[in-house]
């Protein structure tokens, strides 16, 4: 497990606020992602499956972003490619080695969401918002084991 301080203080916070979007609820939103599809970056890539890094965006997930979203937003593209180095499409295998990319990606997965973030104090509402827009109603994931999994990584966290 990647130690979640470090991740919010040197990936996820720099992340948020290369994209003009950093928030406590979007910062606890991307752990709570984090903590629920690999256990806190246990794993970098789906072990019977097809998705790619910490948060397990999967290869058709991330071209459908960039397809029908980032390109359609020209401020976005520019931030891309001047914050991240992003010329064209990448990739989708960035997503394994590159966790400002990924977290990026993952962020403006959320993006496409019309709803408000949930709170950063309510796990309950970060696991519907997360389980409705990411996982999605028919993913594996549970509200037990991903709220557990939070409690596990977040307690990483001073």
């Known amino acids: 497990m990647i ?3 470090q991740l919010r203080e040197y990936i996820i916070k720099p992340t948020l606020s ?8 979007a910062e606890e939103l991307i752990v709570f992602t984090c903590a629920a599809e690999t256990n806190g970056g246990e794993y970098i890539k789906q072990v019977e499956g097809p998705a790619l890094g910490i948060y397990q965006c999967e290869p058709a997930t991330y071209t459908d972003i960039w397809q029908n979203y980032i390109i359609n937003k020209p401020s976005l593209s520019i931030i891309l490619s001047l914050q991240f180095n992003v010329h064209g499409i990448p990739s989708p295998e960035r997503l394994v080695y590159d966790l400002g990319y990924a977290t990026a990606i993952c962020r403006i997965h959320y993006m496409r969401v019309k709803e408000n973030l949930p709170s950063a104090d309510d796990e309950v509402a970060m696991w519907e918002y997360y389980k409705a827009h990411y996982n999605t109603p028919k993913g594996a994931a549970t509200k037990k084991k991903s709220i557990d999994a939070y409690k596990r990584v977040k307690s990483t966290s001073p």
């Not at 290369?18 to 609820?25: D, E, R, T, V």
């Open 18 to 25: 290369k994209l003009n979007c950093y928030s406590k609820n």
């Open 3 to 5: 130690n979640t301080q």
